[in-house]
Nanobody, 125 residues
Framework: QVQLVESGGGLVQAGGSLRLSCAAS????????VAWFRQAPGKEREPVPL??????????FYADSVKGRFTISRDNAKNTVYLQMNSLKPEDTAVYHC????????????????WGQGTQVSVSS
């Protein structure tokens, strides 16, 4: 497993942008796929990831709700994965978590065994 720490959340107006970071520690981070999930206030964490990136950065997946607005990327030299969020909407308000899984390209939360504590994103209307 790897240890993950998210940062970059905050309060932004609708239409604005934020970039989240997921910094990893531990061995062989470049062998892990990484995903972003979110949990909106008063709701369960969504089981389907918002975005997934494979170990090399050559393959990505986006949920329909964020496709065209969010971009996932990674810098293995810095052990960091990013989520660039543009055109933010009030319904994007949530705690955002990154998660990692070894070698797999998971599309459900149960496939991930390393999780960060989350970073709060709040979008005002």
């Amino acid at each position: 497993q790897v240890q993950l720490v998210e940062s970059g959340g905050g309060l932004v107006q609708a239409g604005g942008s934020l970039r989240l970071s997921c910094a990893a520690s531990g061995r062989s981070f470049s062998s892990y796929a990484v995903a972003w999930f979110r949990q909106a206030p008063g709701k369960e964490r969504e089981p389907v990831p918002l975005a997934v990136i494979n170990w090399s950065g050559s393959n990505m997946f986006y949920a329909d709700s964020v496709k065209g607005r969010f971009t996932i990327s990674r810098d293995n030299a810095k052990n960091t994965v990013y989520l660039q969020m543009n055109s933010l909407k009030p319904e994007d308000t949530a705690v955002y978590h990154c998660a990692a899984t070894f070698l797999r390209f998971g599309r459900n939360s149960y496939e991930y065994d390393s999780w960060g504590q989350g970073t709060q994103v709040s979008v005002s209307s």
